[in-house]
């Protein structure tokens, strides 16, 4: 998976928040910015690749942290 330029921390926070969070951090962010959100939440899983095919951003893929938390990586267009 790419590095990431930008890192969010939402462990803890329930939906809609980690996707909030993802949407003003891609607002602000170049193209081909690559931003990964560390997530607990567990419908982030549907979330945030739903909110990327919404927003034509493009969603890389996510991975399990070692404690448990999710982390997705998207990047913009």
């Not at 930008?6 to 949407?23: D, Q, T, W, Y």
């Amino acid at each position: 998976m790419p590095r990431p330029d930008v890192r969010l921390n939402e462990r803890g926070h329930r939906c809609p928040m980690p996707v909030i969070a993802v949407a003003r951090a891609a607002k602000s962010a170049g193209s081909g910015t690559v931003i990964a959100v560390a997530c607990t939440d567990p419908g982030a899983a549907s979330d945030i690749p739903a909110w990327c095919d919404m927003r034509g951003v493009d969603f890389l893929g996510s991975q399990v942290e070692a404690d448990g938390a999710i982390t997705y990586l998207v990047r913009t267009r």
